[in-house]
C-alpha cells in the first residue's frame, strides 16, 4: 500500500466506526472492550486523541513520570467524560486530515481498536484484508513497540511458530503453524486473545500459552 492508499484506509475505517459508534445504545457505550480496564467508551475517545501534537504528549507523559500506557489510559478516559455523540462526532471530523500523534500507528490502531469495540458488542465488523495484511507486517517488523504503549512484541513472544492467512498471500515465522484470516492474525499479533477462536493449526497449544491473559490498549 502506497501513502495515499493508507490514508484512504484510514478515511474509512474512521467514517465507518463513527457510524457503529452512532448506532450504539447507552449501555453499549459502557461495556468493556477487549483492552483490559478501558470501556467502549474509552476505547473510542483514545482514537480521537490520534491527533495529539509533540507539546501535549510531551505534558501529559510528564503528569504520569513517562509511563506511556498510563498516559494513553488517562488521556482516553479524560476524553470519554465527553457526551457521545460528540465522540462519534470528533472521529468522523478526523475524516481527511492526514495528522498524527508523535510515533503514531493510525491504520493499525483504527483497524484493532475497531475490533476491540466491535467484538464484545457481538458486532461485525469486516476488516479490508489488504489493510490487515500491510499492518500485520508492521506490527511483526516493529523494532522497538514499547516505545509506542504496546507491551506484547509478536516476533519476539512467538518465535518458533508460524503464522499464515488463508485468505491473502501472508505469512510469517518458522515452526509450528497456526492459520486464520488475515484479521484474526493482527488481532494475534496485537495479544489479542479474542483471535484464538478464528485461528487453528498445530500451533494452537504453544500459541495459547504464550498469549498474555490480559490485553494492553
Aim: one cysteine or more; glycine letters at 8%.
Amino acid at each position: 500500500m502506497n501513502r495515499d492508499e493508507i490514508w484512504l484506509a484510514i478515511d474509512h475505517e474512521r467514517s465507518t466506526l463513527a457510524d457503529l459508534l452512532d448506532d450504539l445504545s447507552d449501555q453499549e457505550w459502557e461495556v468493556a472492550s477487549l483492552c483490559s480496564g478501558w470501556r467502549v467508551r474509552d476505547v473510542a475517545a483514545h482514537l480521537t486523541l490520534a491527533h495529539m501534537g509533540v507539546a501535549q504528549a510531551a505534558r501529559e507523559l510528564l503528569k504520569v513520570r513517562g509511563d506511556i500506557n498510563c498516559m494513553l489510559h488517562d488521556t482516553a478516559v479524560r476524553q470519554a467524560e465527553l457526551p457521545v455523540h460528540q465522540i462519534s462526532a470528533l472521529l468522523r471530523g478526523m475524516v481527511g486530515s492526514r495528522r498524527k500523534a508523535p510515533g503514531g500507528q493510525p491504520l493499525l490502531d483504527i483497524l484493532v481498536h475497531g475490533q476491540d469495540i466491535a467484538i464484545p458488542l457481538g458486532r461485525d465488523r469486516p476488516m479490508p484484508v489488504r489493510a490487515a495484511a500491510f499492518s500485520a507486517t508492521r506490527i511483526w517488523t516493529m523494532k522497538w513497540p514499547f516505545t509506542m504503549g504496546w507491551s506484547f512484541h509478536a516476533r519476539q513472544e512467538l518465535t518458533g511458530l508460524e503464522f499464515a492467512a488463508t485468505d491473502h498471500a501472508w505469512s510469517v515465522g518458522q515452526g509450528q503453524r497456526v492459520e486464520g484470516s488475515i484479521a484474526a492474525i493482527l488481532l494475534l499479533l496485537n495479544g489479542r486473545r479474542a483471535a484464538l477462536t478464528r485461528l487453528s493449526g498445530p500451533g494452537m497449544t504453544e500459541l495459547r500459552a504464550r498469549l498474555p491473559l490480559a490485553t494492553q490498549i
